[in-house]
């Protein structure tokens, strides 16, 4: 009798000891699911951030190329010595052609434009369907480098950030968000 009971003692400790090892298997999982979400919410974050610079540069890329290659400095010899980008030269105005004129500031604003509608498309792409990522438009400034080899002599240098663009990555779902920013100042190039 004796060894019954000690089988019945022993077996009823190996159940405790197994039903507490499986509630602290769940519970530890919660939290590792917690840690997975974390992570999930970082990497969006992170590659919000990613996106966002890299639409930045390539929509103020595009707007500047697309400037450049229909607007020549040839042209501003057709327009008044105050507009042109060339040292004065004797004035052939004719209207239509000046509009035609290569200018550094107009160059810089069509980069501008570009980039930020570039990015402004950012939020149709869906970077996780359990997680709404949201990218605050900040102000930007292209800045033209010279360059001997290209059309106009110029070229995109850099986009610099005149403000932050905070990047928010959350979820209902699973009661979690995450943040970031590209602060005021950031420079983005690509040599």
Same mark, same amino acid.
């Given at each position: 009798?004796?060894?019954?009971?000690?089988?019945?003692?022993?077996?009823?400790?190996?159940?405790?000891?197994?039903?507490?090892?499986?509630?602290?298997?769940?519970?530890?999982?919660?939290?590792?699911?917690?840690?997975?979400? =974390?992570?999930? %919410?970082? /990497?969006?974050?992170?590659?919000?951030?990613? &996106?966002?610079?890299? #639409? !930045?540069?390539?929509?103020?890329?595009?707007?500047?190329?697309?400037?450049?290659?229909?607007?020549?400095?040839?042209?501003?010899?057709?327009?008044?010595?105050?507009?042109?980008?060339?040292?004065?030269?004797?004035?052939?105005?004719?209207?239509?052609?000046?509009?035609?004129?290569?200018? =550094?500031?107009? %160059?810089? /604003?069509?980069?501008?434009?570009?980039?930020? &509608?570039?990015?402004? #498309? !950012?939020?149709?792409?869906?970077?996780?369907?359990?997680?709404?990522?949201?990218?605050?438009?900040?102000?930007?400034?292209?800045?033209?480098?010279?360059?001997?080899?290209?059309?106009?002599?110029?070229?995109?240098?850099?986009?610099?950030?005149?403000?932050?663009?905070?990047?928010?990555?959350?979820?209902?779902?699973?009661?979690?968000?995450?943040?970031?920013?590209?602060?005021?100042?950031?420079?983005?190039?690509?040599?």
């Amino acid at each position: 009798m004796e060894g019954y009971i000690s089988f019945i003692l022993v077996f009823i400790s190996v159940l405790l000891l197994s039903s507490l090892v499986r509630l602290s298997y769940t519970a530890g999982s919660r939290d590792m699911s917690k840690s997975i979400l =974390a992570m999930r %919410a970082y /990497s969006l974050e992170m590659n919000g951030r990613e &996106s966002a610079a890299e #639409s !930045l540069w390539q929509g103020a890329e595009a707007g500047f190329s697309e400037y450049d290659s229909t607007h020549s400095v040839a042209m501003c010899r057709h327009c008044p010595a105050d507009f042109c980008a060339l040292p004065p030269a004797p004035n052939y105005c004719d209207p239509g052609l000046c509009n035609l004129c290569f200018r =550094a500031d107009d %160059a810089k /604003s069509a980069a501008e434009i570009r980039a930020i &509608s570039s990015l402004g #498309s !950012l939020p149709a792409h869906d970077f996780d369907p359990d997680f709404k990522t949201i990218i605050s438009t900040p102000i930007i400034r292209a800045v033209l480098e010279p360059a001997n080899l290209s059309r106009n002599g110029f070229r995109l240098g850099a986009v610099i950030l005149a403000s932050d663009s905070d990047i928010n990555a959350s979820s209902k779902r699973f009661d979690i968000s995450a943040s970031t920013r590209i602060p005021l100042g950031s420079v983005i190039s690509y040599d």
